[in-house]
């Protein structure tokens, strides 16, 4: 059930949420801005522009209640696949969103990261822009927000293949640790929550490696009308599950 929003329109965090048991780091596929456009006659474009203001919205949920780690699925390697228009429109929206929201965030102690390959197919100036936030809030440590933009949980898996087999490793030496040590990002710990919107009950390429263990929702919610609450449902849902990692219950 959801919590009604408060008058500010902010919700607060319900009691049931168990704020000693918070995931460490949650990681959303921001699905359904398409669906969520068409319902209202809109272009898809809309619906994009409209999950600006969801992801700053759980952005602020989950500094609330104290997650370290936020990940969020932008843009696909599989998603150059969609029209032209869209795709350029994607692009844009991402430079466009660092450039209104990268003070904001660094204000706020957020770390911001890109994880996904850098791509001749990703304009220059978008690159730049990307650097440029990533500069500015390298310091910060209250939260890490990873954007995956041009990821594929293979693509990834392929660099770090890549990586260790530039650096002439032997076969004997790759285990699991080598390959991590190798992924986008091996200080990020492996998500504790994934949280797919829209209904799909896929993962469509995200974060294969890290996802092992992760206990993953699916809520209805198309992207666009998520806020903070919809994060606070899914950790107390998150708080619910036993995770067990191949072993029995203690
Ligand atoms: C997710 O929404 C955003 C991106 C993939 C960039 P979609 O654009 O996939 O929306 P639907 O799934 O078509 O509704
Ligand atoms: C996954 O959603 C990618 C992002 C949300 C960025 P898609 O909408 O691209 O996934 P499919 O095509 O439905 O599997
Ligand atoms: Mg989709």
């Known amino acids: 059930m959801s919590t009604p ?9 319900p009691a049931a949420l168990d704020r000693t048991r918070v995931p460490v780091h949650v990681a959303c596929v921001m699905d359904g801005n398409g669906r969520w456009a068409s319902a209202r006659g809109l272009p898809r474009t ?7 203001t969801a992801l700053f919205d759980v952005v602020m949920g989950a500094l609330e209640i104290g ?7 932008a843009f696909s390697t599989e ?10 429109f994607l692009m844009g929206f991402n ?20 994880a996904g390959r850098r791509d001749w197919r990703v304009p220059r100036r978008v690159l ?3 650097d440029d936030s990533v500069e500015l809030t390298k310091k910060n440590r209250t939260m890490t927000l990873t954007l995956a933009f041009n990821y594929g949980g293979r693509a990834e898996i392929v660099d770090a293949v890549k990586a260790l087999v530039a650096e002439g490793i032997p076969a004997e030496k790759v285990d699991e640790k080598a390959i991590r040590r190798h992924l986008y990002y091996p200080d990020m710990p492996d998500p504790d929550l994934v949280i797919r919107t829209s ?12 996802i092992a263990y992760s206990e993953l929702i699916f809520p209805e919610v198309l992207w666009p009308d ?13 708080q619910r599950r036993v995770r067990r990692f191949g072993a029995v219950n203690p």
């Open 128 to 130: 730049r822009r990307m």
């Open 199 to 210: 209904g799909e009950t896929r993962i469509s390429n995200f974060l294969l490696w890290e």
């Open 67 to 73: 997650i370290r780690w936020l990940t969020v699925y």
């Open 226 to 238: 998520v806020r903070r609450r919809h994060l606070y449902e899914a950790v107390i849902e998150y």
């Open 79 to 88: 998603n150059w696949r969609r029209p032209t228009d869209e795709v350029r």
């Open 95 to 114: 430079e466009n969103l660092l450039m209104r929201r990268a003070d904001e965030l660094n204000e706020l102690g957020v770390q911001i990261r890109f």
């Open 46 to 52: 809309e619906g994009h522009t409209m999950g600006e």
């Open 5 to 13: 929003a408060t008058d500010e329109g902010v919700d607060p965090v």
